[in-house]
């Protein structure tokens, strides 16, 4: 519920190497788990998305892996190019598992890929 | 483009005065969530409203206060400005609560 914790705060790679980021929540009822990017002074935007009922979503570079025992999540960002260079969050859902309950975001990842 | 929409996108006014800020949802999404980011922060949530009804709230001072209209949109008032409150303010939507949420272009605010 309340208690999304994300991994690491910053984040360094060089370009063509991969990024990993790593979120941990508290409630065992969350079932969906967005990751969004966020641009200098622009609004975030979802990238990727999962919900508990899969173990792993890929879209092109990016990846998300869901394990719901360990409760944990994590963002994967393959052949990293500089324009992935950004804060990312992730994000769990309301602990009363309500449909109507709100998202709960970490604290954000500064990744920054050096050409 | 994300579909919602946010009024003003920049705000510069004085400590004591109290500001709106409006935020119009995505067709058809029926909950509204307000977010304060401040300068290298996260975003802070701040409260959540759901086809007119106040959801969820968040750590939202006592002189903020929010309400969504029947057309859905949604409206932000701060009040008795402070320095620390200059921030962005982002308003996102969702077709409900558990749902993918998306973000506005957001409002700079700054208090001198």
């Known amino acids: 519920g309340e208690n999304v914790e994300q991994h690491p705060s910053t984040l360094s790679v060089q370009e063509g190497d991969s990024a990993v980021i790593k979120c941990t929540y508290s409630d065992s009822a969350s079932n969906y788990f967005p990751w969004y990017k966020q641009e200098l002074g622009k609004r975030p935007q979802l990238i990727i998305d999962i919900r508990s009922n899969v173990g792993e979503k890929k879209d092109q570079r990016i990846a998300v892996t869901l394990n719901k025992t360990a409760k944990h999540f994590s963002l994967h960002i393959t052949e990293t190019q500089p324009e992935d260079s950004a804060v990312y969050f992730c994000a769990g859902p309301d602990d009363r598992g309500s449909t109507l309950g709100r998202l709960y975001f970490g604290r954000g990842t500064q990744l920054t890929v050096w050409p | 483009d994300s579909g919602v929409t946010q009024t003003p996108k920049h705000l510069i006014t004085a400590t004591g005065q109290r500001v709106t800020l409006r935020c119009s949802p995505r067709?058809?999404?029926?909950?509204v969530y307000w977010y304060q980011q401040s300068l290298d922060q996260g975003l802070q949530f701040l409260i959540q409203?759901?086809?007119?009804?106040?959801?969820a709230k968040g750590n939202i001072l006592e002189r903020f206060s929010a309400q969504q209209f029947p057309d859905l949109h949604s409206e932000l008032n701060l009040s008795s400005l402070e320095l620390g409150d200059s921030a962005l303010y982002f308003c996102?939507?969702?077709?409900?609560?558990?749902?993918?949420?998306?973000f506005g272009p957001g409002t700079r605010l700054l208090v001198l």
């Open positions: 067709s058809g999404d029926l909950s």
């Open positions: 409203y759901y086809n007119g009804e106040e959801r």
């Open positions: 996102a939507s969702s077709v409900g609560g558990e749902e993918t949420q998306y």
